[in-house]
């Protein structure tokens, strides 16, 4: 089930957030991560986040934060990725936004390819200031 983050979520959500990143961006030192967890947990309450809880063991399964219309972020835990969990997110936030912007790293290519599957377009290339690391601007619109 997907709803909306409640205040509770904090810690699970936060793990997916590390772990996600940690697992999907090998490229970029996990000391880099790990010195915006503060930050991060202190911004992430204030956006719009989503989260998809498991039915059955009411574990947080995934989430995706939004700024806007601009996907700050989809994160699946990891023995669950290629379930549909992270399509399920989208396609939600999809339905409640008109038009969608992300970046993502270039090296991410599971990432682009599953958003570019889900009818994202590049629109640009650039370089993450903080990483060093080429990334894309992706856009989807109904």
């Known amino acids: 089930m997907i709803r909306k983050f409640q205040p509770s979520d904090l810690e699970a959500v936060m793990d997916l957030w ?15 991560w790990r010195q915006h967890f503060d930050e ?21 399964d995934g989430f995706v934060g939004l700024s806007g219309s601009y ?7 990891g023995n669950v990725r290629s379930q549909g969990i992270g399509k399920q997110l989208l396609d939600y936030v999809k ?23 889900e009818g994202f377009l590049v629109q640009s290339q650039g370089i993450d200031d903080d990483t060093g690391e080429q990334e894309y601007l992706m856009v989807w619109s109904i």
């Open 18 to 32: 590390l772990h996600g990143n940690t697992e999907a961006h090998d490229f970029v030192a996990e000391e880099y």
């Open 40 to 60: 991060v947990k202190e911004m992430l309450p204030k956006a719009e986040l989503y989260v998809y809880e498991n039915d059955n063991t009411t574990a947080l």
């Open 71 to 77: 996907i700050a972020g989809i994160f699946v835990k």
């Open 95 to 117: 339905t409640i936004k008109g038009n969608l912007t992300l970046k993502v790293y270039e090296r991410n290519e599971r990432a682009v390819k599953f958003y570019q599957r």
